[in-house]
């Protein structure tokens, strides 16, 4: 059975990373989301896709250079599916209070060796203060991001992010312990997912927004899909 992800919660039906478009994944039944973070100005990890504020809340600047008591005050409904509520960016610490996910995929984005430290750091203290280390994995497509994991936080399970097939990504998953495969769609052949899978990478597949591509993946046998559209998919699977 492919099993679902809602990418950034439910993108496509509402602004993204925010605890409201969460909120709508779970409210389809599908518990188990991805989502990105960066770290605000005093260390707090943030739900927020870009290293900049302008697309989602229109303000300028970098995340890094608010505290995270600032970055709550901000609406990041912009340039999102219309919605009538203000949606603050969230703390990932007030995801992990609110949303009974069974799963999350945390994506860190690239990151200088330092900065890396510090947040696969932190994501491991506050998934301990959550009880979530077992449901928690941290992908990324960054070198030092999955080099940071595999030296300071072994204990946490970690997933390759992999958008070009120009580095073979089995070859760089194996490299960094991975136990999961994160590969754009584009990427996807049978032979590719059986190969992952005999490796015993789970191979999870973004952003999957067509019922006609969902249903081909399921065939590929693809062990998850991570889409804008969660309802949509918990539809177009239950016909398999």
Known sequence: MTLIYGHRGAKGEAPENTLASFQQCLSHGVRRCELDLHLSKDSELMVIHDPTLKRTTGRRGKVVEHDAAELVRYDARHGGPGWKQPCPIPRLSELFE??????????????????????????????????????????????????????????????????????????????????????????????RIAKAQAQGLHVSVWTVNDPALMRRLADFGVDSIITDFPGLAVETLAKL
């Not at 995929?105 to 301990?128: F, G």
């Not at 009880?131 to 994991?149: F, N, Q």
Request: glycine content about 2%.
């Open 98 to 191: 609110k949303c009974d996910f069974e799963h999350w995929q945390l994506e860190v984005k690239s990151a200088s060796r330092v900065r890396a430290a510090r947040t696969v750091l932190a994501i491991k203290a506050l998934a301990e203060q959550y009880d979530l280390s077992e449901r928690i994995t941290v992908t990324s497509g960054s070198r030092e991001v999955l080099r940071a994991l595999k030296r300071l936080t072994p204990e946490l399970a970690c997933g390759l992010v992999a958008e070009y097939a120009w580095l073979d990504p089995l070859k760089v998953a194996k490299q960094y312990d991975c136990q999961l495969l994160v590969l754009k769609w584009t990427l996807c052949t049978p032979e």
